[in-house]
T-cell receptor
């Protein structure tokens, strides 16, 4: 079983839609939860990170962590064509970092 | 801040040839990471350095792979001999954190796309 599972998509939505991206994990020792965004032919860049269960909001983006269910989500409100990218979840704890395989999102104008 | 700089951007080589990928981390960052990205396996950590010292190379697939960091501003990842299954995008990342991540983000370069025929 992989440490982190992420639906690879691809996911296509119309502009303005609410997008939900999800990851599940198996190791309860994970402490930090991050989302990276990767544009085509670029390296990943950190979008959001959170330490605790609950929600963290940054503009149109909300990261949600449910440690009891070992489930993390990224919500994008009012999605824009510029949000088209691959989104990777990343989890860390005990000096190990694991990335999900990424979900490819396309926002159609 | 120029970010993490990787070269070359693309590399096409024949099976059996030696390949050397290069990385210049962000100045002042004391941790450097090499990752490999494929569609099937996503991002895989190959090796990371802290203060130029290799800390964990358990992700290096086999002896054909080697990495060095002779100083704080330069690292190389070498594959010798290369094989078609090594085809992937190789990323270098740096971080100001001493440990693997915690809350300090990784800053990635734009990668080297390697094709071994």
């Amino acid at each position: 079983q992989k440490e982190v599972e992420q639906d690879p998509g691809p996911l296509s939505v119309p502009e303005g839609a609410i997008v939900s991206l999800n990851c599940t994990y198996s190791n309860s020792a994970f402490q930090y939860f991050m989302w990276y965004r990767q544009y085509s032919r670029k390296g990943p860049e950190l979008l959001m990170y959170t330490y605790s269960s609950g929600n963290k909001e940054d503009g149109r983006f909300t990261a949600q962590v449910d440690k009891s269910s070992k489930y993390i989500s990224l919500f994008i409100r009012d999605s824009q064509p510029s949000d088209s990218a691959t989104y990777l979840c990343a989890l860390t704890g005990a000096n190990n970092l694991f990335f999900g395989t990424g979900t490819r999102l396309t926002v159609i104008p | 801040d120029a970010g993490v700089i990787q070269s070359p951007r693309h590399e096409v080589t024949e099976m059996g040839q030696e390949v050397t990928l290069r990385c210049k981390p962000i100045s002042g960052h004391n941790s450097l990471f090499w990752y490999r990205q494929t569609m099937m396996r996503g991002l895989e950590l190959l090796i990371y350095f802290n203060n130029n010292v290799p800390i964990d190379d358990s992700g290096m697939p086999e002896d054909r792979f080697s990495a060095k960091m002779p100083n704080a501003s330069f690292s190389t990842l070498k594959i010798q001999p290369s094989e078609p299954r090594d085809s992937a995008v190789y990323f270098c990342a740096s971080s100001p954190s001493r440990d693997v991540v915690q809350e300090a983000p990784l800053h990635f370069g734009n990668g080297t796309r390697l094709t071994v025929t």
